[in-house]
């Protein structure tokens, strides 16, 4: 396993279209998060799945963005109608449910860009 | 690459120097606090992590040590090394569900 992984590194959109990012997380992770970050500000949370079920939505996510897990493995975040605003690096990470050490690791990211 | 650390503080230290980074935090219900490392265009990479019923903690050329009192966390990095150059940030965990909040970043410059 070589932990968490996400597809594409680089997205460039034009404003108005439809974007899917993909995140395969550690294995064993039972718990998966997406994050957003915009320059110079750390990571800011999205929502979490455990298993297959979206357990909580930060109120940063409007309608016009929609997390799954459909399997309890991979997740997908899709923004509809993308706006300038939305323009961040989007950032999964996958923990354990609980234990001595969560194992909270981040993936790289993946970049969109909306013009 | 991505720029990460556009105006965050920043600490300039030596090389073989030690670095402190400090942060302060907000729920005094939290119980869990992790510092993560992230290099331009990557991903936040974990350093260590450090639980409330704790004051210190080491790791390899790392110490993390944790105030209660007046919620306040410093990441101390022994022999700082050019590879040490990156953002660094704080998190802390407040519910039973994971979620992390993160502070506002300290950008680490090494000089040689």
């Keep these: ?115 | 690459g991505e720029n990460v650390g556009l105006h965050l503080p920043t600490l300039s230290v030596q090389e073989g120097d030690n670095s402190i980074i400090n942060c302060a935090y907000s729920n005094s219900a939290s119980d869990y606090f992790i510092w993560y490392k992230q290099e331009s265009g990557k991903g936040p990479q974990f350093i260590i992590d450090i639980r409330s019923n704790m004051d210190k903690r080491q790791g390899q050329r790392v110490t993390v040590l944790l105030n209660k009192t007046v919620k306040h966390l410093s990441l101390q990095i022994a022999a700082t090394q050019p590879g040490d150059s990156a953002v660094y940030f704080c998190a802390e965990k407040r519910d039973a569900g994971n979620k992390l909040t993160f502070g506002g970043g300290t950008r680490v410059l090494v000089k040689p």
């Excluded at chain 1, 396993?1 to 034009?14: A, C, E, L, M």
């Excluded at chain 1, 300038?84 to 970049?111: H, I, K, P, W």
Aim: a positive charge; one cysteine or more; hydrophobic letters at 25%.
């Design chain 1, 1 to 115: 396993d070589t932990g968490v992984s996400q597809n594409p590194r680089h997205k460039i959109t034009k404003r108005g279209q439809n974007v899917t990012f993909r995140c395969d997380p550690i294995s064993e992770h039972n718990r998966l998060y997406w994050y957003r970050q915009t320059l110079g500000q750390g990571p800011e949370f999205l929502t979490y799945f455990q298993n297959e079920a979206q357990l909580e939505k930060s109120r940063l996510l409007s309608d016009r963005f929609s997390a799954e897990r459909p399997k309890g493995s991979f997740s997908t975040l899709e923004i509809q109608r993308t706006e300038q605003g939305d323009s961040a690096m989007y950032l999964c990470a996958s923990s354990l449910e609980q234990g001595v050490n969560y194992g909270y690791t981040f993936g790289s990211g993946t970049r969109l860009t909306v013009v």
